[in-house]
């Protein structure tokens, strides 16, 4: 066991292992997913719900998953296997290929990025930009230059560079993202903090602070309120995804988890709260309202406040440039974890060289994230998402992000708090920490994390049910019947369900551990 162990590499310090935690934390979520979600759920009123499920459900699971995978030393499936068998290494796969759903158009939204960082050149800030394929001919920057490259197969190429990169910060494990992550986890601070200072030194920059910390306690009622900040909670620290687990499990044995959670975490909103205050001050320096989606804030508002920057063309190109370098390098420290989490359970599941494990994910992860940037144009007149490749990463996000990391915390939480582990997990994080877990921490992991969890997937399939199945309203509008069929709500729900399951069935029929009976309490 102990050679295994050591193929499988580890962190150089504490110091790289916190920095690739909070990287894989640090990402587009933080920037402007966060920026857009407290604009919509009343700016202030959305950091009371988002800190109490910061410190109620975000801390404590990742406090869980990192002493999962330090004490089982493996990748998320083969951890839930040693700790009870098979259903939950199913569990562990199907918490696997709901993150690769993500991780697909996720990379898919970072090749977008390439093609704004490009355009931050000089197309971008041009007035305006032909549409071919729409039913307008020109429409005024950003959204011209980005549905125009939308419009071709540009965002094809950028998304296979960016999965080249992934594959090549990962080609090494822990030591190669250590590297990578020292770079780019300071540089995101930094290119931030100048973000921040252009903003609030703006005129009239200050009232997007102000709105940002203005509480607007009505809001709270509403149950989608606490359902965005559990999600975000989830997306931001990379809970249910399998990553915490796999990057803990390359820690060496005497770490401080609790530590290393606690700091991880802070530094990850600590981050959010900085950009939220530059997104903020942007905006509303030019009395601009992001009533946009997560995507729209990303693409289209904060573009345009750049453009109005004041110091000219040299000073736009200079901001642009800088804000979409710094959603890739953020971007880019998030999608490694991913690939890294699925790429660790495949090499301890099939005992398979790290290179073959990483191109084969890397080659078929292209594939897919290439489906989300598919050109077709099926709502010419921009009704809803344009085109296709937009139309089902919109779909497929509502059900991966919003339901299926939500699932995988109450099941993981359930799975382990009903069995010996969160016990063992939890003696054995104490006994080298520096602030001991009290044995209240099973009683949360057991009763009111699932409880909160449950709840609010209860209320959010009420509400489908309600008001009709998410992007219900998409279907009707394309042409062509494969076009209704690719984009069709009903068919894309089913296809996530199905391949989830099944190749999460598949991956815990398939081989077996070694050495890793239920009970076994993965002892290295």
């Not at 700790?83 to 993500?102: P, Y």
């Not at 005497?254 to 709260?273: K, P, R, V």
């Not at 099944?502 to 081989?511: E, N």
Request: include cysteine; aromatic fraction near 14%.
């Amino acid at each position: 066991m102990g050679g295994l162990l050591q193929d499988r590499g580890q962190w150089k310090s504490s110091t790289g292992f916190i920095l690739a935690a909070s990287g894989s934390a640090i990402g587009l979520g933080n920037i402007v997913f966060f920026s857009a979600n407290a604009y919509r759920f009343g700016g202030g009123a959305f950091y009371v719900p988002y800190l109490i499920a910061l410190f109620v459900i975000g801390i404590p699971i990742m406090i869980l998953e990192f002493g999962l995978g330090h004490h089982t030393r493996r990748a998320f499936p083969e951890s839930l296997h040693k700790v009870a068998g098979k259903k939950g290494e199913f569990v562990g796969w199907w918490a696997l290929m709901n993150a690769t759903f993500i991780s697909l158009y996720y990379i898919t939204i970072l090749g977008w990025v390439i093609g704004m960082f490009f355009g931050a050149f000089g197309s971008l800030w041009k007035e305006t930009m032909p549409t071919p394929g729409f039913a307008v001919a020109e429409l005024p920057n950003p959204y011209g230059y980005f549905f125009h490259m939308l419009s071709t197969w540009k965002p094809v190429l950028f998304v296979v560079i960016v999965w080249i990169l992934n594959g090549v910060i990962v080609r090494k494990g822990a030591s190669t993202i250590e590297a990578a992550v020292k770079v780019f986890v300071p540089l995101m601070w930094l290119f931030m903090i100048v973000l921040i200072v252009r903003g609030v030194t703006l005129p009239d920059g200050m009232q997007g602070v102000w709105l940002l910390f203005t509480p607007d306690f009505e809001v709270m009622k509403n149950p989608e309120v606490w359902q965005g900040a559990f999600s975000q909670i989830f997306f931001t620290l990379t809970l249910g995804f399998g990553v915490m687990t796999a990057y803990s499990s390359y820690l060496p044995k005497n770490s401080d988890q609790t530590s290393c959670a606690i700091l991880t975490s802070t530094m990850n909103c600590g981050f959010e709260y900085i950009a939220g205050l530059a997104v903020f001050s942007i905006l509303f320096a030019f009395a601009m309202v992001p009533k946009a989606s997560t995507l729209a804030m990303m693409f289209f508002i904060v573009p345009q406040g750049i453009s109005q920057l004041p110091g000219g063309d040299p000073a736009v190109m200079a901001f642009g440039l800088l804000f979409f370098l710094l959603l890739l390098l953020a971007g880019l420290s998030s999608s490694v974890s991913l690939v890294e989490g699925l790429a660790s359970a495949l090499i301890d599941k099939f005992r398979i060289s790290r290179a073959r494990a990483i191109t084969i994910f890397c080659i078929v992860g292209a594939v897919g994230s290439c489906l989300f940037a598919l050109p077709q144009v099926v709502n010419p007149g921009l009704e809803d998402d344009g085109t296709l490749g937009l139309t089902l990463l919109d779909l497929v996000d509502h059900w991966a992000f919003s339901y299926g990391l939500l699932i995988v915390g109450l099941i993981e939480c359930l799975l382990l708090g009903w069995t010996w582990s969160v016990r063992r997990i939890r003696e054995d994080v104490n006994a080298y920490s520096r602030w001991t877990i009290r044995s209240g921490y099973d009683s949360l992991i057991r009763y009111v994390i699932p409880a909160l969890i449950l709840f609010v997937l209860v209320w959010s399939v009420g509400q489908e049910i309600k008001n009709g199945l998410y992007g219900t309203a998409y279907a009707p509008n394309f042409s062509d019947a494969w076009k209704w069929l690719a984009g069709s709500p009903w068919v894309v729900l089913f296809l996530w369900l199905g391949i989830t399951v099944g190749l999460a069935a598949v991956f815990t029929s398939r081989g077996a551990y070694r050495g890793s009976d239920p009970g076994e309490g993965g002892t290295a």
